[in-house]
């Protein structure tokens, strides 16, 4: 029997006056005790819907959620080892942090001797010690997102789910909390799910990511084999930038097209394996990123640390890491 969460032929279908709306297609897949797992993809992908039925707030059409041996697909929400995160945070204005903390555990008739402890856990835990006795409203938007963390897991959760949790603070503080996340689930081994659209907070903080695509997932990895070797066109494309050629256009006989990052791309003194146009050059801070427009009439993007000494206009040839190239379906 395996440990951690396992999803089985799971499908929602609402209905909807113009027809059934499948919001998730037989999903199976196997979510493994103390990972961080996320669940990517765009809006109307599945991925919420799929989280509130593992949170119990939808019930599945079909299949079956297997956690730790027990089906948990018709378990109300308060019977399931289960809290949730949400994009809202949804604390009580009138109470102080640390009374928002205690509440669900005063409301399972916990004495307070065991609130008093577990709320001091899970200020240190949060790094709120310092706000106990303030009110939300007295708070700013990374700190309510550390309260409504800190009562989330107050009561130890198997899987403690985020719903683009993030979502709402500022680039720099979205930044710190991605970090704060991935230390708060190594510091307590407790099973992360997170929802979002955003592909640079699924690649820095997951053990594994699910793109969805459609109410189906397109494929499960780490970040990493995600991004080096997406499985479908539409992977490739949704995780960072890729280019696509036709084979032909690399002097490929297999057909088809090929794809790149724009990283594994150079431009080189003299003939390339591509040649073209330099269209548009755009600073990015880190990088600087070359938009080309091929003799084959195709579009990509280059992407350099170091500028280079190209600009608008200028004719250019270019070599690609053929051990980078990526072969995907379609």
């Not at 029997?1 to 032929?9: F, I, P, Y």
């Not at 683009?164 to 407790?190: C, F, H, N, V």
């Amino acid at each position: 029997m395996s440990s951690g969460l396992e999803l089985k032929s799971v499908s929602k279908v609402f209905a909807h006056p113009s027809g059934p709306v499948r919001a998730v297609d037989d999903v199976s897949f196997h979510i493994r005790a103390n990972e961080f797992f996320t669940l990517l993809g765009p809006s109307g992908c599945g991925k919420t819907t799929l989280l509130r039925m593992i949170a119990g707030l939808e019930l599945p059409t079909a299949g079956h959620m297997i956690l730790d041996g027990q089906d948990i697909a018709t378990l109300p929400p308060h019977k399931r080892p289960v809290n949730t995160v949400f994009q809202s945070y949804a604390l009580f204005p009138h109470l102080t942090v640390h009374e928002n903390i205690a509440f669900g555990m005063k409301m399972q008739k916990k004495t307070a001797a065991e609130i008093g402890v577990a709320v001091t856990d899970a200020l240190k835990l949060v790094r709120m010690e310092a706000m106990a006795s303030r009110k939300p409203q007295e708070l700013s938007g990374g700190q309510q997102q550390r309260v409504a963390l800190a009562r989330a897991l107050v009561n130890h959760p198997k899987i403690l789910l985020l719903d683009e949790s993030l979502s709402a603070l500022d680039y720099k503080l979205r930044k710190e909390m991605q970090l704060e996340l991935k230390r708060l689930q190594r510091d307590t081994g407790i099973t992360f799910v997170f929802v979002t659209h955003d592909q640079d907070e699924a690649l820095s903080m997951s053990d594994r990511i699910a793109v969805m695509e459609r109410g189906k997932v397109a494929q499960i990895g780490t970040p990493q084999e995600i991004y080096d070797s997406p499985e479908t066109r539409y992977v490739a494309s949704f995780i960072g930038i890729c280019n696509f050629v036709s084979a032909k256009s690399l002097g490929v006989a297999s057909g088809g097209e090929i794809g790149f990052r724009p990283e594994d791309a150079a431009f080189t003194r003299g003939k390339g394996m591509l040649s073209g146009i330099v269209r548009d050059v755009t600073y990015r801070g880190a990088v600087t990123h070359y938009n080309v427009k091929l003799d084959s009439g195709e579009d990509i993007i280059l992407s350099e640390d170091d500028p280079q000494d190209v600009k608008a206009g200028d004719p250019v040839g270019i070599d690609i890491a053929k051990e980078r190239l990526i072969r995907c379906r379609a």
